[in-house]
């Protein structure tokens, strides 16, 4: 480990660590064992859906059900769980186990995996992160292998079960619905509350991050004894997933929720703003909603979930950050101030870097697919977001593109996953700037 120390910086270690993870899911994923054909899948579509699993995205180029066999199901659950959870956090667990000394490199690195502000009781964190995964993952499987056991057989229930709960909590938006219909989702389980509520509590819980679950377990119910950050994510959690579902409730009245019993209707409405926060899965037909509700889910997959969580896409704390700092500075104000607190300057350089980012990415990718395919530029957008935010939701694009299309989509996949502004400090390796100023000069600016 001193040798790795010296040649990789932290962030250098958690982009090649979800490299190693995503070629070893490519290979094992191209073996005709993976699939129920007893195929080999192409290079390009094995890499495709090992990043979109190992960064749980959940687009996919064929129906997870219908393609992959049990085996390559399997390869694909665990890569979503060891995307989901980062593989640093899962590093650290059996070094626990087996008793092995956490250097304070390996907790530095791990502080970035998860994106904890100190490092102090990371390891202890890492703990509590790995029993919570457990509890919720396997309280939502127990429920929904009990659902699922109305109409199927013990054994299939449980696995699908298993599947889905894991599925659901890393975000990832993998299912074995297919065989209901091939790329139907949940669309058949639109009007199940016990489907869709352990599986938008699932989604919530895994999106809202591991550091808030780590202040709730602390501070139980007393919100005012909470950090700054977790009241944040609370606050803009609630306001996104109610006012989205309020929203697609208004523009899907005459097209895909027409016609159905109103209970049905809020249950779609409320399903579609939840997995909209990077999970992917679906009760209506994505490629039917009308333009108004496209664009509303782009914007709710461009925010996505919240630091340190299962979750892409530029973070509700980035959101929020930038909309005060805009608001400050509207009011000529010197500090920006929330719920009684003031930001670091650094938390707003960061935010809307993360921001300039991921809409560069996304704008170029959009320009790339477009004038490669000449598809409509709202359905690029949709999927392109979707990529960039670890959304997997999908109009049905995907899986008519050609290679160079799909490597942009998995290009930013990985950056979604990893963070974009940890791919782009890992290329700056162990360099050290001068502390040496240039002079200043003013430029206008608007």
């Not at 085996?71 to 989901?84: E, K, Y």
């Not at 670091?344 to 560069?360: C, E, N, P, Q, Y």
């Amino acid at each position: 480990m001193g040798r790795m120390e010296k040649r990789l910086t932290q962030t250098q270690m958690i982009v090649i660590g979800y490299v190693l993870i995503i070629v070893t899911g490519t290979l094992l994923l191209m073996l005709p064992a993976s699939t129920r054909e007893g195929v080999f899948t192409s290079p390009v579509d094995a890499l495709f859906t090992a990043t979109s699993a190992s960064c749980v995205t959940g687009l996919i180029i064929a129906d997870t059900f219908q393609y992959w066999s049990v085996f390559g199901q399997c390869v694909i659950l665990l890569l979503i769980q060891i995307g989901g959870l980062g593989f640093m956090t899962i590093g650290v667990f059996f070094a626990i186990i087996l008793r092995r000394k956490i250097g304070l490199w390996t907790r530095g690195t791990l502080q970035e995996s998860v994106n904890i502000m100190q490092v102090g009781g990371i390891v202890r964190l890492a703990k509590k992160i790995i029993a919570g995964t457990l509890f919720f993952e396997g309280t939502g499987a127990l429920l929904l292998s009990w659902r699922f056991s109305k109409t199927m057989e013990l054994g299939k229930a449980v696995y699908f079960g298993v599947f889905h709960a894991v599925s659901a909590f890393c975000n990832a938006g993998f299912d074995l619905m297919g065989e209901n219909g091939v790329y139907s989702s949940f669309t058949t389980y639109s009007k199940d509350w016990v489907v869709n509520i352990v599986l938008m509590l699932l989604i919530i819980i895994g999106g809202i991050g591991f550091f808030v679950w780590n202040d709730i377990s602390i501070h139980k119910f007393h919100f005012r004894k909470y950090k700054l950050h977790t009241k944040i994510t609370l606050l803009v959690t609630v306001v996104l997933v109610f006012g989205g579902a309020a929203l697609l409730f208004i523009f899907e009245q005459e097209n895909t929720i027409q016609g159905r019993p109103i209970g049905e209707q809020i249950l779609c409405s409320l399903f579609g703003s939840v997995t909209a926060r990077t999970a992917g899965f679906n009760t209506v037909d994505t490629a039917a909603l009308t333009d108004s509700s496209k664009i509303l889910t782009i914007i709710l997959m461009f925010i996505g979930g919240s630091p340190g969580s299962t979750a892409g896409g530029i973070k509700t704390t980035t959101f929020v950050v930038l909309l005060v700092y805009i608001h400050a500075n509207l009011r000529q104000k010197h500090d920006c101030n929330v719920l009684g607190r003031r930001l670091d300057d650094g938390a707003i350089r960061k935010a809307s870097t993360v921001m300039s980012i991921h809409l560069f990415l996304s704008v170029l990718a959009v320009l790339i697919i477009v004038t490669i395919h000449g598809i409509d530029v709202t359905d690029v957008a949709f999927e392109v977001v979707s990529a960039m935010g670890t959304v997997g939701m999908s109009t049905g694009i995907t899986r008519e593109l050609g290679v160079i299309a799909k490597l942009v989509l998995i290009f930013l996949m990985y950056c979604g996953r990893v963070g974009s502004m940890t791919f782009a400090l890992s290329l700056r390796g162990h360099k050290v700037e001068a502390p040496v100023r240039e002079p200043a000069e003013q430029i206008m600016i608007g």
